[in-house]
């Protein structure tokens, strides 16, 4: 599996993204298909994601109301809208597939393939 993430960018608070994730590749139907980010000086952490068959989808608390996962089979791609950005949400933003485990979704971990990251900036 390849992951290719793309759509970060610079954009002022309040604003909103949509970032892309590319997948090629076989997915196996009880993985996960997830968007981490990761600030400066701190860990990787998990914002949302989404079973590649069954279409379930987890957020983190910080992010639930503004982003928004998606996916297109047909392409495939998976998606993150963001909306409503803060500075917080400052860091680079990477795709990942695992995390076949529900209760594993959220622990990085869990995640056999990772993409190469896209930076978002958020100004105050």
């Known amino acids: 599996v390849q992951l290719q993430a793309s759509g970060g960018g610079l954009v002022q608070a309040g604003g909103s993204l949509r970032l892309s994730c590319a997948i090629s590749?076989?997915?196996?139907?009880?993985?996960?298909v997830t968007w981490f980010r990761q600030a400066p000086g701190k860990e990787r952490e998990f914002v949302a994601g989404?079973?590649?068959?069954?279409?379930?989808?987890y957020y983190a608390n910080s992010v639930k109301g503004r982003f928004t996962i998606s996916r297109d089979n047909a392409k495939p791609t998976v998606y993150l809208q963001m909306s409503s950005l803060e500075p917080e949400d400052t860091a680079v933003y990477y795709c990942?597939?695992?995390?076949?485990?529900?209760?594993?979704?959220?622990?990085?971990?869990?995640?056999?393939?990772w993409g190469q990251g896209t930076l978002v900036t958020v100004s105050s």
């Open positions: 990942a597939v695992g995390g076949n485990i529900l209760s594993t979704i959220r622990l990085v971990s869990a995640y056999n393939y």
């Open positions: 989404i079973r590649w068959s069954a279409r379930h989808t």
């Open positions: 590749g076989r997915i196996p139907s009880n993985y996960a």
